[in-house]
């Protein structure tokens, strides 16, 4: 079972960050198929959000095909999103949890290493647009 | 038919036990009319599919306007909240919803039924008004006792538990008790109506940061629990709590309604335009410019989306609900004060 988290300030509509949440507890593991979400009365109780905003979130991972709704029972996990297993993940998680200390004793913030992700992603992005043709 | 203290007078209505009329209104439950034809209990279909629908609905105090031509609507089951600066006219327009008020001009319909004060239209209504009207020297379960005699329909057990799981205790002296634990009073007290609407009038302004979100977790687990049956309506000042309990908006400023509907729509039909300072006269040839905030270098708007065009020097981003409502706070602000938003501003 996961525990939500809803920042009312964060700018993102709520119940995209209950979607969110849910997308990455399956790529991480956390969640499983045949796992059981929390029922909307617990959502709500725990995180004081509206209603409506956890049926729309269950509704948008039931039309991604991640859920589905068994009447009478609850929300289960059907399958997980496409891409690599969560072990992947996890390995991944703890080579960048290396950089992220190299980065920090360097004396880079959080501000500056997240900007330093944006610009290679974005560099990265740039060199696969360029394609084959360049690398000659 | 006597009130809880035996005294005469007329019953108190709305939520369990509030304390009194407002000066100069009616008290109107002691001589409840037959109900009306098509008013009273709401029938099926039609007009149903909303909880609440006014019509240039206007309250006047000799010559000012506390609400002007104020026409919303908001459909049933959903979390409605209300703002607008301090004296915009919230507490008249839920006092009006309830008759305690009684409109100077246009109509409202609440629940299918035109407001007033009678035990017909009052059964089906929670209302919690901004003081949380109790009786100080009584005991939460004397509130419940109290409420089981007044009221038809009426679920004192539900009431307890969630007082006691809340670790507010039943047997002390309201007036003894936090303000927390006082709007939980409240708030079970009004729920134990299980009514099909529920008002509530700036019940968090008081409270502190944790008192606030047992309060907002105790009304959404009421709404889950009502599975749609229930549509409640909460003024407040906090916009990050209304982000997250919300799925409905009406903004009051100046008496008059400046906003009102879904707020994923209200979010989708606007957008923030950062761009360098230069006359918006091309975007309002195109778009409605809501709020404009200037510094000597830098423009930013608040628009509401027209055409596609936009004037490429304009980065434009989507808009949060804070700087929704503050962009039309702001419009509707006198001059003076807009001012303060003008910073570095050469004269």
Not at chain 2, 314 to 336: F, R
Request: some cysteine; aromatic content about 2%; proline content about 7%.
């Amino acid at each position: 079972m996961i525990h939500f988290r809803v920042d009312g300030r964060s700018g993102v509509p709520p119940y995209l960050q209950l979607v969110q949440q849910v997308r990455q507890a399956l790529r991480m593991g956390v969640l499983d198929v045949g796992d059981q979400l929390p029922t909307v009365r617990e959502v709500v109780a725990e995180v004081a959000v509206n209603p409506n905003t956890v049926l729309k979130a269950y509704r948008d991972l039931e039309r991604e095909g991640l859920v589905e709704a068994r009447a009478g029972h609850g929300t289960f996990v059907r399958r997980r999103p496409a891409g690599p297993p969560p072990t992947t993940h996890s390995r991944l998680g703890r080579s960048l949890a290396r950089w992220v200390r190299e980065a920090r004793d360097a004396g880079l913030d959080d501000e500056a290493m997240e900007s330093l992700l944006l610009t290679m992603l974005r560099s990265a992005e740039a060199a696969d647009a360029a394609g084959g043709e360049a690398t000659a | 038919m006597n009130g809880p203290d035996g005294s005469g007078r007329p019953e108190p209505r709305l939520t369990a036990v509030p304390r009194e009329n407002a000066p100069g209104e009616p008290a109107g439950a002691g001589t409840p009319g037959p109900p009306g034809p098509g008013t009273g209990t709401p029938s099926a279909g039609g007009r149903e599919h909303r909880a609440i629908e006014t019509t240039r609905l206007t309250k006047r105090y000799g010559r000012s306007a506390a609400l002007s031509d104020c026409s919303i609507s908001v459909p049933r089951g959903r979390i409605c909240g209300l703002v607008g600066p301090n004296g915009a006219g919230k507490s008249t327009l839920l006092r009006l919803l309830t008759g305690l008020a009684r409109p100077t001009g246009g109509s409202a319909l609440v629940l299918g039924g035109a407001p007033r004060q009678d035990p017909a239209f009052l059964a089906d209504i929670g209302y919690l008004a901004q003081d949380v009207p109790l009786y100080r020297r009584l005991s939460a379960e004397d509130h419940i006792l109290a409420g089981a005699r007044l009221n038809k329909r009426w679920d004192g057990a539900s009431a307890r538990t969630r007082l006691r799981e809340l670790g507010v205790p039943l047997d002390r002296a309201v007036g003894t008790l936090s303000g927390g634990q006082r709007a939980q009073v409240g708030l079970s007290l009004a729920l134990a109506k299980r009514p099909r609407l529920l008002l509530l009038d700036e019940p968090v302004a008081a409270l502190d940061p944790l008192a606030r979100r047992h309060f907002l977790s105790t009304t959404t687990a009421a709404m889950a629990e009502a599975e749609g049956g229930l549509t409640i309506v909460l003024s407040s000042h906090q916009i990050a709590d209304l982000e997250r309990v919300c799925d409905h908006l009406i903004l009051l400023a100046k008496s008059q309604l400046q906003l009102c509907g879904d707020i994923d729509d209200l979010l989708a039909d606007h957008l923030v335009l950062v761009g360098p300072r230069k006359d918006p006269a091309a975007v309002e040839r195109t778009h409605t410019v809501v709020h404009a905030t200037h510094t000597p270098r830098q423009s930013t708007l608040v628009i509401k989306r027209g055409s596609p065009l936009i004037d490429p020097a304009y980065q434009s981003e989507d808009i949060s609900l804070e700087e929704l409502v503050l962009a039309y706070m702001g419009a509707a602000a006198p001059a003076a004060y807009s001012r303060l938003s003008t910073v570095g501003e050469e004269q």
